[in-house]
């Protein structure tokens, strides 16, 4: 079809317009993506300085966090101290309950490939439990192992009793031996002398007199001490056998709450808790820190079997039942002159920790946070120590009386 002048006017005039309308729409597209590129580049902008800011905090965040520091006063700095500490006793108290109720009181399993065990038994004197207490090794669930017992002299009323149970159970392979060797100021280490030197098994197991062993608590140190190729010191949590009496339930709660909540927690953080009244040694890496003897220096040498061992390179582990102690007529005094002999000796070994011993017990540190709840927040003192109490001093024992001897 033709167009005529009128026509090609309107032609003109439409394609005119729609060139100005698609002039309009590419310059809206335009602008919207160079809106999306400012906005992408403001985005960036904004996340590289965040970055930026938490890299190279501003100075002047820095002197406002200096000038608050500066302005806190000696009572509330203590305050906060106070509460950060009783918090971080809290933390310790939830690691050693959980790690009590995942580690402790598992059962063991027979395996005749494990190996041989040497126990040696340092006794001196005897009371009315000895029998009993030596008699569990004589009976333990193993099927390798022999018994050294290491006296002072032969006329220790002990080795009576001792002799009565070979007699009795003449299937286990058990020795005496008597005098000792003189190799330091230690007399437990001179006294174990003989028999270390005449163990004929790769695992040694130091055990105290007054230990009350479960059948399979041998076992159960042996599997522990095989789980890892570098494991070299296994230990039993100290706890208490039920006995009559008032002191002997003080020992129990001590051993069960107080004492069990930091060495629980100081094997779960690996730190070196190791302790002489039951623990089983590698002999090979006992003879490369130069046997027992290079130990006969230390009173504490349980504490630095374990450090020496830790220094080079060994694991340590705890059993998963624990050391029930089950020494004959437990008195509160001899109780309290046995905490007094360790305190004396964490205070030359470690000062820095004894400084802070007593105020993690239950009532110091429940008067620290309610002091300083009260003074930085306004609580009340009575309910935040009553609460306190019932968190940290009724939360229970961390070795179940029952488990421990079923």
């Known amino acids: 079809m033709g167009l005529d002048g009128k026509n090609l006017t309107n032609f003109t005039q439409s394609f005119s317009e729609a060139l100005a309308s698609s002039s309009a729409t590419s310059r809206l597209i335009g602008a919207a993506a160079a809106a999306s590129s400012a906005s992408t580049s403001s985005q960036s902008a904004s996340t590289s300085s965040t970055w930026f800011f938490l890299v190279h905090p501003p100075k002047l965040l820095i002197a406002e966090t200096r000038r608050m520091a500066a302005e806190i006063d000696l009572v509330t700095l203590f305050a906060l101290i106070g509460l950060i500490f009783v918090i971080c006793l809290y933390l310790i108290h939830l690691i050693a309950l959980l790690y009590g109720k995942h580690r402790l009181h598992r059962k063991v399993k027979p395996n005749s490939n494990l190996p041989g065990v040497s126990i040696i038994k340092p006794i001196v004197g005897a009371d009315e439990n000895l029998r009993e207490n030596l008699e569990t090794f004589f009976v333990a669930d193993y099927h390798k192992y022999e018994i050294l017992f290491c006296f002072h002299n032969q006329t220790d009323p002990a080795v009576k009793i001792v002799k009565s149970l070979i007699e009795k159970y003449p299937k286990i392979d058990a020795r005496l031996f008597f005098g000792g060797e003189k190799v330091g100021l230690n007399p437990k280490i001179n006294n174990m002398m003989p028999a270390y030197r005449s163990a004929k098994y790769p695992l040694i197991l130091i055990s105290d007199s007054a230990i009350f062993m479960r059948q399979d608590a041998i076992l159960d140190m042996v599997q522990t001490m095989v789980s890892h190729e570098k494991m070299a010191i296994v230990t039993q949590t100290p706890y208490c056998k039920n006995r009559p009496g008032l002191a002997a339930a003080f020992e129990q709660i001590y051993f069960g709450t107080f004492h069990a909540r930091i060495y629980l927690a100081g094997n779960c953080m690996e730190f070196v808790c190791s302790t002489g009244m039951s623990s089983m040694m590698r002999k090979d890496a006992l003879?490369?820190?130069?046997?027992?003897?290079?130990?006969?220096?230390?009173?504490a040498e349980d504490f630095f079997f374990g450090k020496?061992?830790?220094?080079?390179?060994?694991?340590?582990?705890?059993?998963?039942?624990?050391?029930l102690q089950n020494a004959a007529n437990p008195k509160i005094s001899t109780f309290l002159e046995r905490i007094c002999r360790w305190v004396k000796l964490r205070i030359a070994m470690l000062p820095h920790i004894i400084l802070v011993e007593p105020l993690q017990d239950c009532f110091p540190a429940g008067i620290i946070i309610a002091t300083c709840a009260n003074f930085l927040m306004g609580y009340n003192p009575v309910l935040i120590f009553a609460a306190h109490v019932c968190v940290l001093g009724d939360g229970g024992f961390f070795i179940d009386a029952y488990n421990a001897e079923r």
């Not at 220094?311 to 705890?318: L, V």
Request: glycine letters at 18%; charged letters at 15%; proline letters at 3%.
């Open 287 to 299: 003879d490369e820190c130069g046997g027992i003897a290079a130990f006969g220096g230390y009173l």
């Open 308 to 323: 020496e061992l830790a220094n080079r390179g060994w694991k340590s582990a705890i059993s998963v039942n624990p050391a």
